[in-house]
């Protein structure tokens, strides 16, 4: 569907895809979209930031690490939080820095590298760190519990309500489809297991090309993202039971042979010895060209419940699931591709971006989003 923002503006028209859901009553209700949208859609992100944190100081406290991946929340009351690699910063919702937590190493407090952040609904804070550790903290930055490893935790993999999914790769299956799966199991944050699932997609390695299946929380909700097929799934973490589900048609970008060749060859390095070679390319011939590319490498929801997917190779660019789940669009970031700008996370009010200032200094720039209504005619 095509929504003109105005019969004169110089903007091109709004474009959305509406869904159409699928007669099949037997499972869960199916939304699928018959393309991807190509021009912007009703959301937009603020061109301009309402604030900035990070850039370069006299005191390297207001500074990040150049190492960080930088995730950000806001907790319940609204301080937001950020994951500057071995340190919790906790900010007022205007940006100013409260108080610092936390210190490199391997004991309780301590990180190797901060990887999520999850709120809790009590206004507690859970983080997982790159080791597999995962530990709970209050507002005040004190720390409540600490956890070791325990199974293999995916990215974004913790909700609101203290669930940890958890992936068991001991129990991995080739389904008859061809397609490598296994059993998760949500955890309590006191590391207790719960309720088992699936068996679900895992990754999948295709030598140089990688398909890693995206979690992301909202609620009593758990979506899953295949991107193989470019299909996502609502589950109950009640239950385990599938509330809903969406399929992208033509959403797939294809791989020629040449070009899996191509990519194989990319990843040798300079002084791979010849039986190295050897090696790589039967295990490649092996495995086979996968058809196509990645769909996505992100996925997750925002504060209001729209989802959001990041079309692998592209992190500049955002497809979005409107709340209802029936209209899809395109959001992008407001700043050219060539800044490698990319989205690190939601706030009640703002989308936090990770960009580099002039002078190579690590910031986050938090930038409202608008929805823009068609106009009437």
């Known amino acids: 569907m095509i929504l003109t923002a105005s019969a004169c503006a110089a903007e091109p028209p709004l474009e959305s895809i509406d869904g159409t859901i699928a007669s099949d009553s037997a499972a869960a209700?199916?939304?699928?979209?018959?393309?991807?949208?190509?021009?912007?859609?009703?959301?937009?992100?603020?061109?301009?930031?309402s604030f900035r944190l990070g850039g370069l100081y006299d005191n390297d406290s207001l500074e990040f690490d150049p190492r960080a991946h930088l995730?950000?929340?806001?907790?319940?009351?609204?301080?937001?939080?950020?994951?500057?690699?071995?340190?919790?910063k906790f900010y007022a919702p205007d940006g100013t820095l409260l108080r610092i937590a936390g210190r490199y190493g391997y004991g309780p407090g301590e990180f190797d590298s901060i990887r999520d952040l999850c709120?809790?609904?009590?206004?507690?804070?859970?983080?997982?760190?790159?080791?597999?550790?995962?530990?709970?903290w209050n507002r005040q930055g004190q720390l409540l519990h600490a956890h070791e490893r325990e199974g293999v935790i995916p990215n974004r993999a913790c909700s609101a309500s203290g669930d940890l999914l958890v992936l068991?790769?001991?129990?991995?299956?080739?389904?008859?489809?061809?397609?490598?799966?296994?059993?998760?199991t949500f955890h309590r944050l006191d590391g207790t297991?719960?309720?088992?699932?699936?068996?679900?997609?895992?990754?999948?390695?295709?030598?140089n090309v990688l398909f890693i299946p995206a979690f992301t929380f909202h609620g009593q909700s758990l979506l899953i993202g295949d991107s193989r097929t470019f299909a996502l799934q609502e589950v109950s973490i009640e239950d385990g039971r599938t509330l809903r589900r969406w399929h992208v048609h033509g959403g797939m970008r294809p791989m020629s042979q040449a070009v899996y060749d191509s990519i194989v060859e990319s990843g040798f390095p300079r002084d791979a010895s010849a039986d190295q070679r050897k090696k790589t390319?039967?295990?490649?011939?092996?495995?086979?060209?996968?058809?196509?590319?990645?769909?996505?490498?992100?996925?997750?929801?925002?504060?209001?419940?729209?989802?959001?997917?990041?079309?692998?190779?592209e992190r500049w660019r955002w497809?979005?699931?409107?709340?209802?789940?029936m209209r899809l669009s395109l959001v992008t970031l407001p700043m050219p591709p060539t800044e490698l700008a990319k989205l690190e996370g939601f706030t009640d009010r703002h989308?936090?971006?990770?960009?580099?200032d002039a002078d190579g200094a690590p910031i986050l720039s938090f930038h409202s989003i608008e929805e823009r209504a068609p106009a009437q005619h």
């Open 29 to 49: 209700p199916l939304v699928e979209f018959a393309r991807l949208p190509q021009g912007p859609g009703p959301l937009r992100i603020a061109a301009r930031p």
């Open 71 to 88: 995730p950000v929340v806001a907790l319940v009351d609204g301080t937001i939080v950020v994951g500057d690699h071995q340190r919790l």
């Open 119 to 136: 709120p809790q609904a009590d206004t507690t804070l859970a983080v997982i760190d790159g080791d597999g550790r995962w530990s709970v």
């Open 168 to 184: 068991d790769g001991l129990h991995t299956v080739v389904d008859t489809d061809g397609r490598r799966r296994a059993p998760y």
């Open 193 to 207: 297991p719960r309720l088992t699932i699936g068996p679900l997609s895992v990754s999948e390695y295709f030598v």
């Open 281 to 313: 390319l039967a295990r490649a011939a092996e495995l086979g060209n996968p058809g196509v590319f990645p769909a996505f490498f992100e996925v997750r929801y925002d504060p209001a419940g729209r989802i959001w997917i990041n079309p692998a190779f």
């Open 319 to 325: 497809y979005v699931i409107d709340r209802q789940g």
């Open 351 to 356: 989308v936090a971006i990770h960009q580099f």
